[in-house]
């Protein structure tokens, strides 16, 4: 199944894909709906058809956005690092998410780089979690950018700074549930900026699979419904080049996984 | 004025101290008061006594719990490094407080360590505040222990797995409001293991003020009402001593900052 929050004229609302039309779900975004705890089949099948569908952020409220840095092989090569025995974890906020094709709105002068990654939904709460338990809780996978700001990032020893500015972070446009995408079976990911590609890996290449990242996070802080946690970028990112390159106003990233989805966001420096 | 969440026979209540009694303000907690907005002296004359009140966790759901670490010049030199130009920031989750009496709860085999520190609470919304506006959106100050499991904070770049274990923050009991305490004029910050002082020092001493931090953070991530920032530990945590020195089951952790109030909180390992 694919689901969504969706816009339409009267507001907005949970929504599954029937063929081409989307049908709502009984909340008014996938962020309720999962924390409601409904029962995904009968629900997709007992919704009317919403005209005007609009897929926007799909999970406008997760109470925890945990994020994984350093878990394409490739991409910890060109940072200079060994593979790691334990996932490098960090946050972002409900607040630093927006949507598939929203503006990137930031303030000019900062080194603004992509981070094209696959993002998991959680599905159940979990509390040290095994892995055979974390994976059952997966609600589904989709498309985020982990926008970073390099400037900031490397301003200290803790890159939270650089990774949870506002509204820079954009998810979606869907989600869809494990019975359609396996990502240890393999996903690309890839990362295209003014229709440059300038990143392409495959999930079959995390170090830490999404049970592994879930499970290990339940270690330590229970994770709920509706929550997300972003599993890494691959390398190609600007930071890493020769010369380094980061983003100008008026770019367009372009981020997409085939399979679920792509998300298309320009960036808008402000004064 | 001192404000807290109480709990009494009949629930919890925001609650403030007037003489020996607490009164009830209009809400359930002081992070439902806070994000009301409700003027605070007006509400502090209104409220009926509470009988049998004890102040428990003050702000049991802020959205963002965010941490200064390598603030104190001394616990900065113990650590080897350099003055900072910048705040180290990281976070942890509503879900990682816990209330001022609580038994820390985690499991064996852990490195648990204290951190004494002077918390924060966030009384307007700010977004890229300046330090002026920053200081007048403070509710007031409370106490805090950031409790930290320093393997996991070791096992990789970024701390945040080994501070934001669920349970394992006391903060409280009282928040209390500018007029009455001023870090810029100092507040002694103490942490005693089993009656022994092991950490002390004066918010005078802070590299970045709780104004500093606020503006700061506000400048990529928006600040509401109830939120908190912690801001830092002295010197003498038990990671940096030698031979180093972790908590053990049973041992009891009191942290103090006097004219505010204090912590008294229990180690209990699990299996």
Not at 118 to 131: K, N
Not at 192 to 212: H, I, K, S, Y
Request: with cysteine; charged share 20%; glycine share 10%.
């Amino acid at each position: 199944m694919h689901l969504a929050t969706v816009a339409h004229p009267g507001g907005t609302s949970a929504a599954v894909l029937d063929g081409d039309v989307w049908r709502a779900l009984p909340a008014a975004d996938l962020s309720a709906f999962l924390a409601a705890g409904s029962p995904l089949p009968a629900a997709a099948r007992a919704g009317e058809v919403i005209d005007g569908a609009v897929p926007v952020l799909p999970l406008p409220a997760p109470r925890k956005v945990i994020c994984c840095g350093l878990n394409y092989a490739e991409h910890i090569r060109e940072t200079g690092r060994e593979l790691p025995t334990h996932p490098t974890l960090f946050t972002k906020y409900a607040d630093s998410l927006t949507g598939p094709g929203d503006d990137l709105v930031l303030p000019a002068g900062l080194q603004v780089d992509w981070e094209a990654e696959l993002a998991v939904v959680v599905g159940s709460t979990l509390r040290r979690a095994d892995r055979a338990t974390a994976l059952a809780g997966i609600a589904g996978y989709t498309v985020a950018n982990d926008i970073s700001v390099r400037d900031w990032q490397y301003r200290t020893l803790e890159w939270f700074q650089g990774k949870a500015w506002d509204g820079a972070t954009p998810v979606g446009p869907v989600v869809v549930t494990p019975d359609e995408v396996d990502p240890a079976r393999g996903l690309e990911v890839v990362c295209r900026v003014n229709g440059e590609q300038v990143q392409r890996d495959n999930t079959r290449t995390l170090v830490f699979d999404p049970a592994d990242l879930l499970a290990y996070i339940s270690t330590f802080t229970v994770l709920r419904p509706g929550d997300l946690v972003l599993t890494g970028t691959p390398g190609g990112v600007g930071v890493a080049r020769e010369p380094q390159r980061f983003l100008a106003d008026g770019d367009v990233v372009e981020t997409e996984i085939p399979g679920i989805g792509g998300l298309r966001n320009t960036v808008r420096f402000t004064d």
